[in-house]
């Protein structure tokens, strides 16, 4: 699987966009983008993901971008719940393989 | 929504004896995981399980562990002589089949924490 990188943390205002980028420029050409995140003691929590096109669902949006190098997770209004590590992972289509989880970024959000 | 459901939320137990933590994966889910997350490391993958049989196990999951599913609703890990490095929490997760060429995200529990003494 590619392998992806993030930055180690992130602030937040409460009430703003988060934007948090991620780079994967090994990326093929059968591999999704897949954001999970793991609120402090949880499960990680299945988020959005995407193969080249934006995606957006209630949770959030993803954007990628056309070389397909890098992308964005953007919460679009970020809550005080959404303090979490959020984790962007490379997977080939279908998903089946083993979730390589790296260090992730801490999203803190800010009242 | 459905949810992987994992049983107990804490679990303690002496160093040497067997645990066995449980896991109902979603109803009509086909492929079966668990990893760990010992306290402020990663989460790290241990098994996976399809058709009755592990297809894949990382270098942690040695004879200690075992897996198994007894029945078409639980999804059990067992470690037969635990260490106190075992000490850690355990996610169970699930994943459905391939509908056409459409990804499916793996569905995780909230896990077991298990304490070795």
């Known amino acids: 699987d590619a392998k992806t990188t993030q930055p180690p943390s992130m602030d937040c205002a409460e009430g703003r966009a988060a934007n948090l980028p991620c780079n994967h420029s090994t990326i093929s050409g059968n591999e999704y983008v897949y954001w999970y995140r793991q609120i402090h003691s949880q499960g990680p929590q299945y988020i959005i993901h995407?193969?080249?096109n934006n995606e957006t669902n209630e949770m959030a949006s993803l954007i990628i971008t056309e070389d397909r190098k890098s992308s964005t997770l953007i919460l679009p209004h970020a809550t005080l719940r959404d303090t979490a590590v959020y984790y962007c992972?490379?997977?080939?289509?279908?998903?089946?393989?083993?979730?390589?989880f790296g260090t992730g970024t801490k999203l803190q959000v800010i009242p | 929504e459905p949810e992987v459901t994992q049983t107990p939320s804490h679990q303690v137990t002496q160093m040497g004896q067997e645990v066995i933590l449980r896991c109902v994966p979603i109803?009509?889910?086909?492929?079966f995981y668990w990893y760990r997350q010992i306290l402020g490391q990663k989460v790290e993958f241990l098994v996976s399980?399809?058709?009755?049989?592990?297809?894949?196990k990382s270098e942690i999951f040695d004879d200690q562990f075992s897996v198994e599913r007894p029945d078409g609703s639980n999804f059990t890990l067992k470690i037969r002589s635990t260490k106190l490095e075992d000490s850690a929490m355990y996610f169970c997760a699930s994943i459905g089949a391939v509908v056409g060429r459409v990804a499916q995200p793996q569905h995780f529990g909230d896990g077991t924490r298990l304490s070795i003494l």
């Open positions: 995407g193969l080249k």
């Open positions: 399980f399809y058709n009755n049989e592990i297809s894949e």
């Open positions: 992972i490379v997977l080939a289509r279908g998903g089946y393989q083993k979730v390589t």
């Open positions: 109803s009509n889910h086909l492929y």
